[in-house]
């Protein structure tokens, strides 16, 4: 299993309970390949934008800390590249140290 952190962008255009809706979406889906998601998701509320994106100004970020086998998050990254209300994501796999930090994995020698 390998530690990741995932922050999500999502339209700034939907409600907020639409917007909260992807955070059951997201655990659902690393649940289905295996995964789990680690605490509650870092939901960071309606934040403007650095730069317009698709002509929008405002996004509800979240970021997630997961635990997925190697590899199987590539078609729920896929998914995500390809999802209208998603703005933009950023899936980074952890350093060892950060994850042990973190409380997602052991601390190994």
Do not use: C
């Amino acid at each position: 299993m390998r530690a990741y952190e995932l922050m999500l962008i999502v339209s700034g255009n939907l409600e907020e309970s639409a917007a909260h809706s992807w955070i059951s979406t997201v655990t659902k889906a690393v649940q289905g390949v295996g995964g789990t998601v680690h605490g509650s998701p870092d939901w960071w509320g309606k934040r403007r934008l650095a730069y317009p994106i698709n002509k929008q100004n405002d996004g509800y970020y979240a970021v997630f800390n997961l635990m997925a086998p190697g590899g199987a998050l590539d078609e729920f990254e896929r998914s995500l590249r390809i999802a209208d209300d998603v703005l933009r994501h950023k899936l980074l796999r952890l350093p060892d140290q950060e994850a042990s930090r973190r409380g997602l994995t052991a601390v190994s020698a």
